[in-house]
């Protein structure tokens, strides 16, 4: 199975300011044939389910606000938000669709300073 | 409006079985492969079950494999997990989720707001 781990486990950051969340794999996600990375980021809101933000590790889902990116190849990917807004307080997921089992990091929770 | 909704869950006894539903609209459900994910209470996601459009093709993650059976009925545009041998462990909140793809190969683009699943004596 592959393995994601995500860094940090939880981060606090002020109004404005950056946030990013890195996602490591234990085998890289990108397929020779496409070049293409299989990983996608969801948001996970208290209450909520789960909501795709980006997927192919840095196309993001229509309605996200552009203030959120995705980056990184192979088995290092990074989620960022540019300046943090109130209502980005969740807990954040990177997840392979490689192969399966299909695997989720532990989750990353985001909050204000 | 794409919209998956569960149902079924409830608490049940370890050893004994339950069957989730997830009633999907708003698209067409035979054009895509459908996951369960699950979420214990306080923790992260863990990837359940898979089935693709036509249900050629179905996989489990092993701590489920043996005991719950995924299934479709697409004229019903309806998701089931019948799941037996319920154990504590199996506690959670059941998402049914929709793949972008009718293989099952990409990512979840909708999910439902999920169903919850106590087993306990």
């Known amino acids: 199975d592959i393995v994601m781990t995500q860094s940090p486990d939880s981060l606090a950051v002020s109004l404005g300011e950056r946030a990013t969340i890195n996602c490591k794999s234990s085998?890289?996600?990108?397929?020779?044939?496409?070049?293409?990375?299989?990983l996608a980021w969801y948001q996970q809101k208290p209450g909520q389910p789960p909501k795709l933000l980006i997927y192919w590790a840095s196309a993001r889902e229509s309605g996200v606000p552009d203030r959120f990116s995705g980056g990184g190849s192979g088995t290092d990917f990074t989620l960022t938000i540019s300046s943090l807004q109130a209502e980005d307080v969740a807990v954040y997921y990177c997840q392979q669709y490689y192969n399966t089992p299909r695997t989720f990091g532990q989750g990353t929770k985001v909050e204000i300073k | 409006e794409v919209q998956l909704v569960e149902s079924g869950g409830g608490l049940v006894q370890p050893g004994r079985s339950l069957r989730l539903s997830c009633a999907a609209s708003?698209?067409?459900?035979?054009?895509?492969?459908m996951h369960w994910v699950r979420q214990a209470p306080g923790k992260g996601l863990e990837w359940v079950a898979l089935i693709t459009w036509d249900s050629n093709n179905i996989e489990y993650a092993d701590s489920v494999k043996g005991r719950f059976t995924i299934s479709r009925d697409n004229a019903k545009n309806s998701l089931y997990l019948q799941m037996n041998s319920l154990r504590p462990e199996d506690t959670a909140l059941y998402y049914c989720a929709r793949d972008f793809d009718s293989r099952g190969l990409y990512y979840f683009d909708y999910w439902g707001q999920g169903t919850l699943v106590t087993v306990s004596s």
């Open positions: 085998q890289s996600l990108s397929y020779s044939s496409n070049y293409k990375n299989y």
């Open positions: 708003g698209f067409k459900f035979d054009d895509y492969a």
